[in-house]
Nanobody, 128 residues
Framework: QVQLVESGGGLAQAGDSLRLSCAAS??????????MGWFRQAPGKEHEFVAA????????NYADSVKGRFNVFRDNGRNTVFLQMNKLKPEDTAVYYC???????????????????WGQGTQVTVSS
């Protein structure tokens, strides 16, 4: 059973930085073969795509709302994907989830349906 565990969330002020981590374990899958994504969900809203990274690290994709402020990267040797969040804004407040792609293709999908496994989420709260 694949397990994804996020950490690094918390309280921040506008303009601050936070780094989220997502450690993958379990099952027989090879972490380095799968693209990974970050999504977030604010109260009363649907899951929103934030960022994705291909298995080979070379390709990334970002939502327009975070482009230039957030950076997704991964360490395949540690089975971990990260989301570096800079210049945080109050509208970044949400529960952040990491997710593993269903397929081993190179598509940096923004659709939640294309991700088979999800972490439990970590809360990020940004005050103004």
């Amino acid at each position: 059973q694949v397990q994804l565990v996020e950490s690094g969330g918390g309280l921040a002020q506008a303009g601050d930085s936070l780094r989220l981590s997502c450690a993958a374990s379990g099952g027989t899958f090879t972490f380095s073969r799968y693209g990974m994504g970050w999504f977030r969900q604010a109260p009363g809203k649907e899951h929103e795509f934030v960022a994705a990274i291909a298995w080979n690290v070379a390709y990334t994709n970002y939502a327009d709302s975070v482009k230039g402020r957030f950076n997704v990267f991964r360490d395949n040797g540690r089975n971990t994907v990260f989301l570096q969040m800079n210049k945080l804004k109050p509208e970044d407040t949400a529960v952040y989830y990491c997710a593993r792609k269903t397929n081993t293709d190179m598509i940096l999908s923004i659709r939640a349906d294309d991700y088979a496994y999800w972490g439990q989420g970590t809360q990020v709260t940004v005050s103004s």
